[in-house]
Structures are given as C-alpha cells and as structure tokens.
C-alpha cells in the first residue's frame, strides 16, 4: 500500500514539475514576444520619424511642358542656378500684366507671396506696388523679359530686365529698362506644402526695384 502511494506521489510530483516547466516555458514565450513587439513598434517609431521630404525640380520649356526632373539632394552646387531661375519668375510674376485674363494674373499674383514672408521688407514692397499699379484692372499687355541675373554676394543679387507695355491689340509698344538688387534668405527646412510651391525654400529679404534710363 505504501508502495502504491509513494508511486501515486512520484507520479503527482512529475505531473507537477512538467506542468511547472511548461508554464516557465510559455511564460518565457509570451516575455519574448513582447520584448519583440516592443523592438518592432519602437523600430517602426524611429524609422517613421525619419522620414523626410525630398524637394524635386522640374525643367520645363515656354509652354510649360516638363523637360527633365531632378532631386534637389542631387544638385549640390547647381543650388544657385535654382535661385536664379526662381528669381527670373519671381519678378515676371511680379511685373507682368496679362490685361483681361483675371485667372492667369491671379495665379501670378498668387505665386509671388510663395516667396516672401508676411510682413519682411518684400512683402511692405509688393502690397504697396500692387496697390499703386493694381495688375487685376489694367487695360494694357506687359510683357516682361528677363536680361540677366547675376550674383552680387552669397545672398544677393542682381536682376536686369525689360518691360513692354502695349494696348491687347499689340500697339503703342512701350519698353522700359529695370533692375533690381535683392537680397535672399532659405528656409530651414522644406514642408510638404513648400514642395509644390517653393522646393528650395527660398524667401526674399530685400529687394528694390529701379528703373534704368539709357
């Protein structure tokens, strides 16, 4: 009788540390895979908080038509040949006068507050030309020509340029000499707003325009 107790009891015990094993084994399991959840989500965290905007700059021709594409990362030194056609639509936006077709020179109007500040020099600069030479109630054409610009410093520069100014019928053409010394300023970093409308983040600190009697 003893015999088949203490059998009984050995028999209880191994039941016990077996079940005592598995429960540390699934115990440990479950650790692991929470560890390892924790590592994925925190993983996933960091890397998702990497992520950054990549600007691209699109050539395109007169018409408009994309020529070539290019990562902003990749230009390295090309950086001012971006500023300076950027400079270039910046002032044709600023200048032209399209007389009659409201969109197109609203959407000019439009582009030129993309590269300056609320309230800097610039933006004091442009309300009070708009606001003397109100563009949208124009019965003239101006046309602008870019001639040159050139890199005076770092951050400032130089723009040439010729307007022409006709009734829409083409005639009565009157053209006159500008230019411009302004200074430039880039944003610290580029939002995903910026991408479309200004890829390099570029702002006008101060500018001046005059015109050229020659």
């Known amino acids: 009788m003893s015999d088949d107790k203490f059998k009984k009891s050995s028999g209880w015990n191994s039941f016990l540390g077996k079940t005592k ?13 929470a ?4 590592i994925s989500i925190s993983g996933c965290i960091y890397f998702s908080s990497q992520v950054k905007y990549v600007p691209f700059v699109v ?39 399209y007389a009659g077709d409201k969109e ?34 124009q019965k003239f054409l101006n046309q602008v020509e870019i001639k040159a610009i050139l890199p005076l410093s770092k951050d400032t520069w130089r723009a040439e340029w010729v307007e022409k100014k006709a009734m829409p019928d083409g005639k009565n053409v ?8 302004i200074q430039v300023e880039y944003a610290d970093t580029i939002s995903a707003e910026m991408i479309i409308n200004n890829p ?8 001046q325009i005059t015109e050229e009697y020659k």
């Not at 094993?21 to 895979?33: D, H, K, N, P």
């Not at 000019?108 to 933006?123: G, H, L």
């Not at 390099?200 to 500018?207: A, E, R, T, V």
Request: net charge positive; glycine share 2%.
């Open 200 to 207: 390099i983040g570029l702002y006008l600190k101060n500018m």
């Open 35 to 38: 560890v390892a959840a924790i």
């Open 174 to 181: 009157l053209s006159r000499n500008y230019s411009a010394v």
């Open 104 to 137: 197109a020179q609203l959407d000019a109007i439009k582009s030129v507050y993309y590269f300056i500040k609320t309230n800097s020099q610039p933006y004091k600069y442009v309300q009070e030309m708009f606001s003397v030479d109100d563009p949208m109630n």
């Open 21 to 33: 094993e598995q429960v540390t084994f699934y115990r440990w399991t479950t650790i692991l895979c």
């Open 59 to 97: 050539e395109v021709n007169k018409e408009y038509a994309p020529l070539q594409v290019h990562q902003l990362e990749s230009l390295g030194q090309s950086k001012d040949a971006v500023t300076r056609s950027q400079l270039a639509t910046i002032i044709k936006n600023m200048r032209v006068v």
